[in-house]
């Protein structure tokens, strides 16, 4: 064993030794908590402690099997003894010894979430209850959160404050509800994945004994990750530790970013009056990253006021400045980053795998996965599928798709009863029979249903034709329209959007917010197409540009890729490039985090989660205009920039960009400034002067400002009259290129550029936002 401790510095040692009595390991990013963990257990059964005596508890089975495999390393096959798992994986097994006492046979069923949505929804249905009041997704979501927070059926229904909420919210049959669903699940022999929490508890409360037997068997607890405990967990590792008080918590509050799933950061800032003579061991030395990332994560995070004491600290070398890059457009922003991604794997010669783009929304992704499916740079989204496979956007999609080829049965079949319009697969599956039997589409058989005897209701009869016409009706939009405001019409027209917004869970939310981005895409792309001689911006070119680009995303079996995820399921890897993107106050601290000070603390902490995935390079982008719903938004850079140590920062953004600050004068933001008289900024100290490129701070105090100044603002989007044949030139969307040809006059000017992807593309010169080089 001396051996093994021997690798151990001495703050990781200490812990390690600690045998008896309560102990809390304050363990920073990096700086290798899991070894402790690890090495603990082993030290505890090298010194005689029986491995049945001892449970360790994790959040991922991921984690538990990498330490489990760890341990066997060191002490063997005793190592299968112990009780190590997830809590729900742990807790699941003691009620198949015990679930009996409550009436629950030892086989009993685990129901995933779609099994308790799919009998929730039935329980509405029977009950005759209005479907678009009481959406079984947002009932499935109240009745987990009450579970997670101990209210049983009795308790919520001898809870005023909380029944009157629920009829508030039209919703006054919850209760109802929520027994009918207890009532079956138990019926059945079934526990959903909140039960295994909520029942344990119980048992352990109504059945000392029980609580005893289990108190004998885990003298010794460890918990991993103890910040990111909810109610129900914190009051059963209580409980089960309450005898011995052995219990080992290993976390870090900075890193506390779950309270959306019930985590509650009180649960490790308190847990030294939770138990007596506390032992409390700070981690401080990162393993993982650069001293400049170190410290900059430190500027930020002690911005924080509800935290525990620690400095965290390397010994690493002081590695390069962390990059910080505004982009005119989150279109842009996309390309920077895999250029950036492009250059650094060819200077250095390293695989995609080193590199990392993370960001606060799923649909930040979309901007993303273009650039790089450009740069032919192979990427893997983590936690959710590539942006154009999502269900939601492939609908949208599909009504597009229908809209140019009313042909297209696959789009036909997708999206002929979505949002429900009450078609179902019986008439769906009869179309397709007349179809195959006359020889046509099944669109042509919807045309004419007055000659073909389909055996359907009137009802039924109508809602196919007022498909067909809703079809219709877009065709002829088209004829006029351009992508996007077609696009935009589609998704109000059908009912989607409408589906979405009534729709409160999160997962509503999130997908809504992808449709949004699609609409955002479809206008970059459009006002793009502006620029290109004989483009019309229609959304027959958008699709085939979608087609053309989603091509390359198909799978090689190639597991070298770039990393595309949320913040939240970065927490626990590393990297060693690191962008994170989308550093924009109102998306990351996003807008609806920012209410209370405990919000916006766990947005910071969020962002300490992510600069800290990043080994040795750190990249920080931000984007001035983003759209919104269609509208081009402008955007102020995240407050957390600021708030980094400037000696670690370095701004990579070129001087001559002065888009961000004319759209602002145009934007009236300023009153009754004299916009003309308006000058140069001052930019923070050390970095370039730039005109009408202010951070946050300079633009709050622009607000106030009603100068009487010189020089009026530049407009960068003329192109250089030097521009010819030959020229090299820089665009906004495209990237570097230079001129073949120039023809035309006046305002139809235009030139034929080759850009450095290999694209060729004639733009007009009074629309084409070029540099000359």
Request: with cysteine; net charge neutral.
């Amino acid at each position: 064993m001396e051996q093994y401790l021997s690798l151990l510095n001495e703050a990781q040692r200490e812990p390690v030794l600690h045998k008896e009595g309560p102990l809390m390991v304050i363990a920073g990013a990096g700086s290798g908590k899991t070894r402790v963990l690890t090495y603990r257990i082993a030290y505890l059964m090298d010194q005689g402690v029986d491995a049945f005596n001892i449970l360790s508890l994790t959040f991922t089975n991921k984690a538990a099997r990498e330490m489990q495999k760890r341990i066997s390393d060191i002490v063997g096959a005793e190592a299968k003894n112990l009780w190590m798992g997830t809590f729900h994986s742990v807790f699941a097994k003691l009620l198949r010894y015990d679930g009996s006492k409550l009436g629950y046979p030892s086989n009993f069923t685990i129901y995933d979430t779609q099994d308790s949505q799919r009998l929730i929804s039935a329980i509405i249905r029977e009950k005759a209850l209005d479907k678009d009041v009481y959406k079984y997704k947002q009932i499935q979501n109240r009745i987990s959160s009450l579970k997670n927070s101990l209210i049983t059926v009795k308790a919520y229904l001898q809870n005023p404050d909380l029944t009157e909420d629920d009829a508030m919210a039209k919703r006054p049959r919850l209760g109802e509800i929520y027994q009918e669903y207890v009532d079956r699940c138990f019926k059945a022999g079934a526990m959903d994945f909140d039960d295994l929490l909520l029942r344990t508890n119980e048992l352990l409360t109504r059945f000392p004994e029980v609580l005893m037997k289990y108190q004998e068997r885990f003298k010794y607890i460890l918990v991993d990750e103890y910040q990111d405990t909810n109610h129900s967990q914190y009051l059963i590792v209580k409980a089960l530790s309450d005898r011995y008080q052995n219990i080992c918590v290993v976390g870090d509050d900075a890193q506390s970013i779950y309270s959306f799933r019930g985590a509650n950061i009180s649960n490790i800032l308190n847990f030294q009056r939770d138990y007596d003579n506390v032992g409390v061991y700070r981690l401080e030395q990162n393993y993982r990253s650069t001293k400049n990332i170190v410290n900059a994560a430190n500027s930020i995070i002690a911005n924080n006021k509800n935290q525990l004491e620690k400095v965290v600290w390397t010994a690493n070398d002081d590695g390069p400045s962390i990059k910080v890059h505004r982009s005119v457009t989150d279109a842009e922003e996309g390309r920077f980053v895999a250029g950036s991604i492009f250059e650094n794997k060819m200077q250095h010669q390293l695989p995609n795998g080193n590199f990392a783009i993370l960001y606060r929304t799923n649909s930040q992704s979309r901007a993303m996965e273009d650039a790089l499916r450009k740069r032919d740079i192979p990427y893997r989204i983590y936690g959710g599928l590539s942006f154009y496979q999502r269900k939601e956007i492939k609908d949208v999609l599909s009504y597009l798709r229908l809209i140019i080829n009313p042909k297209d049965e696959e789009a036909l079949k997708r999206v002929i009863n979505y949002p429900t319009r009450g078609i179902g697969q019986t008439t769906v599956d009869k179309l397709v029979v007349a179809a195959n039997h006359y020889g046509r589409s099944m669109i042509e058989v919807m045309q004419n249903l007055d000659k073909i005897d389909l055996r359907i209701n009137g009802g039924t009869k109508r809602k196919l034709q007022d498909f067909v016409t809703m079809i219709q009706s877009f065709q002829i939009m088209n004829e006029s329209a351009d992508a996007f405001t077609l696009a935009e019409h589609v998704a109000k027209k059908t009912g989607i959007l409408i589906e979405f917004k009534k729709d409160g869970t999160p997962e509503g939310i999130a997908r809504m917010e992808n449709i949004e981005e699609l609409l955002n895409g479809i206008k970059d792309f459009v006002e793009g197409q502006k620029e290109i001689a004989d483009a019309t911006g229609n959304i027959s070119e958008f699709l085939e540009d979608v087609a053309l680009a989603t091509d390359l995303d198909n799978d090689t079996g190639d597991d070298d890729r770039v990393a595309l995820m949320t913040i939240h399921l970065a927490k626990g890897l590393e990297f060693p490039y690191v962008y994170i993107v989308g550093l924009e106050e109102d998306l990351f601290p996003s807008g609806m985090s920012m209410n209370t000070r405990s919000e916006l603390e766990e947005e910071r902490r969020l962002f300490y989660v992510a600069l800290t995935r990043a080994e040795k390079q750190a990249y920080l982008t931000y984007a001035q205009t983003r759209y919104r719903w269609g509208k081009l938004i402008d955007s102020e850079p995240s407050r957390f920039i600021e708030e980094i140590d400037e000696k670690y920062i370095e701004q990579l953004t070129p001087i001559k960009n002065t888009y961000r600050y004319k759209s602002l004068i145009d934007a009236d933001i300023f009153g009754d400034v004299d916009k003309s008289k308006l000058r140069q900024v001052k930019p923070k100290s050390g970095s370039a002067p730039t005109i009408g490129t202010p951070n946050s701070a300079q633009l709050r105090k622009l607000r106030k400002l009603k100068p009487q100044l010189a020089q009026p603002v530049e407009n960068t989007n003329v192109v250089d009259s030097n521009l010819a044949e030959g020229s090299l030139v820089n665009h906004t969307r495209f990237g570097r290129g230079k001129v073949l040809k120039i023809d035309g006059v006046g305002n139809d000017k235009k030139a034929e550029i080759q850009f450095d992807q290999g694209d060729i593309k004639k733009l007009l010169l009074r629309f084409a936002k070029l540099e000359v080089l």
